[in-house]
Nanobody
Framework: QVQLVESGGGLVQAGGSLRLSCAAS????????MGWFRQAPGKEREFVAG????????KYADAVKGRFTISRDNAKNTVYLQMNSLKPEDTAVYYC???????????????WGQGTHVTVSS
């Protein structure tokens, strides 16, 4: 059974930074596409960033391009999301996802974490 556990969320002022981590267990992530999604209050879950198996290909939502960076350490079975220049509109629950078949996880990814809260104050 695959488990994904996110950490690193919290409260930060606008313009600040946070680094989210997603630690996987039960399966090595080296053969899987990994990604981050977020869900703000009253909104649908949306794609934030994705990274291919080896880390050579990444994809970002337009809203976070140039501010967020996704990375992975397959040896540690962990994926990261470095978030800089945070804005109040980045406030959401952030979820880690693993895809068994796709280069990047989609909304139908097979495995999800429980989420970590990020609140950006103005």
């Amino acid at each position: 059974q695959v488990q994904l556990v996110e950490s690193g969320g919290g409260l930060v002022q606008a313009g600040g930074s946070l680094r989210l981590s997603c630690a996987a267990s039960g399966r090595t992530i080296s053969s899987s596409g990994m990604g981050w999604f977020r869900q703000a209050p009253g909104k649908e879950r949306e794609f934030v960033a994705g990274i291919s198996r080896g880390g050579g290909v990444t994809k970002y939502a337009d809203a976070v391009k140039g501010r967020f960076t996704i990375s992975r350490d397959n040896a540690k079975n962990t994926v990261y999301l470095q978030m800089n220049s945070l804005k109040p509109e980045d406030t959401a629950v952030y979820y880690c996802a693993l895809s068994l078949r796709l280069i990047f996880p989609s909304s139908s990814a097979e495995y999800w974490g429980q989420g970590t809260h990020v609140t950006v104050s103005s």
